[in-house]
């Protein structure tokens, strides 16, 4: 069974700066598409960002230039570094993953990290 656990929510000003992590387990980020989505309350789940099989990203249009994914060369860990932070972004962030190219979705979700930005 595939398990994924964030870390690095937090609260923090607007303009602040936050790091979030995916550690995965009996899963190796390096061949397969993976992402960060978020939901704040009242609104549906939305795409943050994605890294395909073949390295390309997509970000979302609300926070390309603040919010980077990584992963490292081992492949267990993801990371989302979000700076410029706005009241908007504050939602609760899942790490997910998929096990082929980006457009068969994900297959596989966190618990989710909370992150709130204060104006």
């Known amino acids: 069974q595939v398990q994924l656990v964030e870390s690095g929510g937090g609260s923090v000003q607007a303009g602040g700066s936050l790091r979030l992590s995916c550690a995965a387990s009996?899963?190796?980020?390096?061949?397969?598409?993976m992402g960060w989505f978020r939901q704040a309350p009242g609104k549906e789940r939305e795409e943050v960002v994605t890294i395909d099989r073949d390295g390309t990203t997509n970000y979302a249009d609300s926070v390309r230039g603040r919010f980077t994914i990584s992963k490292d060369s081992a492949g267990s860990t993801l990371s989302l570094q979000m700076n410029s932070l706005k009241p908007e972004d504050t939602a609760m962030y899942y790490c997910?993953?998929?096990?082929?190219?980006?457009?068969?979705?994900?297959?596989?979700w966190g618990k989710g990290t909370l992150v709130t930005v204060s104006s």
């Open positions: 009996r899963y190796t980020f390096n061949t397969q598409c």
């Open positions: 997910a993953a998929g096990n082929s190219w980006c457009q068969y979705g994900m297959d596989y």
